[in-house]
């Protein structure tokens, strides 16, 4: 079982830069594959980007493409994702999750463990 938390969420303006840290409890398995999803009000959640928890290529929605880094860090706070180049259509609850195995997925229902998001708005 793994808990997520995510961090780093605010306000910012268009053209501005945030960083979302995702923090676990439990245990990380090299298999695993990390994610962040977003939720825009009246939306249905959509992918933003994933990379497997061992490393190698990420993979990234083509709205955030060039604007957004997806990283790995430690088992403690085993994800970031760095969002540059902000726009108010980024605006969304963001949401780490984590798949249990191979391969890389932009679907959600594949995706075991979810935090409870965090809140991102950009004006414009």
């Known amino acids: 079982q793994v808990q997520l938390r995510e961090s780093g969420g605010g306000l910012v303006q268009a053209g501005g830069s945030l960083r979302l840290s995702c923090a676990a409890s439990?245990?990380?398995?090299?298999?695993?594959?990390m994610g962040w999803f977003r939720q825009a009000p009246g939306k249905e959640r959509e992918f933003v980007a994933a990379?497997?928890?061992?490393?190698?290529?990420?993979y990234y929605a083509d709205s955030v493409k060039g604007r957004f880094t997806i990283s790995r860090d430690n088992a403690r706070v085993p994800v970031h994702l760095q969002m540059t180049s902000l726009e108010p259509e980024d605006t969304a609850v963001y949401y780490c999750?984590?798949?249990?195995?191979?391969?890389?997925?932009?679907?959600?229902?594949?995706?075991?463990?979810w935090g409870q998001g965090t809140q991102v708005t950009v004006s414009s």
């Open positions: 999750a984590v798949k249990r195995d191979y391969p890389l997925s932009d679907k959600g229902d594949e995706y075991a463990y």
């Open positions: 439990g245990v990380i398995f090299n298999s695993y594959i």
């Open positions: 990379m497997p928890w061992s490393g190698g290529i990420p």
